[in-house]
């Protein structure tokens, strides 16, 4: 067998390689996110956004934005063969799932590295409360590259693949949004962020991440099964 | 020799459709298998039960000793798999395809490097191998392929048409690096048996009547005495 680390590392660098070298993504998601911000901010006709209003605002619109990559993560590995080529090879298949996950974890972090500061120039006075929404952010992202990459490589081989991601993400998103946005609203209060429940959001993504990484770690050799 | 290759009533339907029904054969190791038949007879099937890509629905199948698909683990890296996809990305470089798979085969640093060039240079592809494949033809694409299948030196080849989109120079190259040598164990399928059946050991013969009534699937087993013979 090849060790693990090694599949890994050849999965998730092939996957980086091909995103930079394409392009296939991480445009759109950003792109995607900045429009949002821009239709929010004249939509709402408010040049401010505090509290459950602001929170909600963001992680809606970073998770819708997250949708288009998960549609994506494996297309190359069904369209081109990947899945018969890494299924063939002596590796633990649960390597496929941890280097997708990670691939999507990176795309997510350079994703909100450009769209968070662009919603707190849209939205937000300051930039006191950038670093602990980023806490909160990199936390949510753990659990949605889990659920994201486990719903992806199901849905992957349905033509209707960009109507069921949503459909069944989505509904299982619904803890970790609860999560990220409880977390957020005091951090993006009138006044400079707050703490207060903070921990306790911030236990419960924790306890998300845990369960959706360990259920894509327990289940994702049967995926792949003819 | 010992067997590479054992099947008893193999089965495999798709839905209420069989695509192999109650196939027996026995293939030992060094030996060339050709699988003939038409098109949606099952040969593809067969070959992709035999690389563990399919589970078999039912029967026993033993492939260099591990009985499938329980010990299926025991068979990957050691199979060989050419199909009717090239089983590349492509929007990475022919190099750096075969680098992605020698990685996932354990191949590391100067070895994978040396490996890659050699076969790069036997199929003919060095000059083109840092070309994205997408911009590379149908036999560019099968000749890296080719080289895919052989990179981490295994002991049985499954191939399906691997000739296919290849000129008549690739063809050499390619008889180079998965025709018959010795100890090489290969399944062969193909339409073409004028130039398959030469390297032959055993002949199976897939035949389908009518698709959906799976008594009507047929397998006959033509080994090489009695192939000699007819001929």
Redesign the interface.
Known sequence: MTPSRLAFAAILGKDLRAELRTLQSLPAMALFAVTTFVIFRFGLDRTSLSGSLGAGVLWATLLFAAILGINRLFVAEREEGGFDAIRLAPIDRTALFAAKAAALLAYLLVLEAIVVPVFAIFFLGSAAALPPVAAVVLLADLGLAATGTLISSMAVNSRARDLLVPLVLLPLAVPLSIAATGALEPLLAVGGPGYHRFGTWLAVLGLYDLVFLLAGYAVFDFLLED | MSEAIELRGLCRDFDERAALHDLELELAGGETLVVLGPNGAGKTTLLRIL?????PSAGEVRVLGARLPGEA?KV????G?L?H????????SGR?NLR??A????L?GDIAEQRIGVLLDAIGMERNADRRVAELSAGMRQRLAIC?CVLHEPELLLLDEPESHLDAEGREAARELIGPAEGRTRVLVTHEPERALPDADQILRLETRHMERRADKRASLVPRAAREARL
């Not at chain 2, 990957?76 to 199979?79: A, C, D, I, L, P």
């Not at chain 2, 996809?85 to 990475?92: A, C, G, I, K, N």
């Not at chain 2, 990685?103 to 354990?106: E, F, I, M, V, Y």
């Open positions: 690389a563990t890509l399919l589970r683990w990957r890296g050691r199979v798999f199909g996809d090239p089983l590349l990305y492509r929007d990475l750096e992605f798979q990685r996932l085969h354990g590391r895919r």
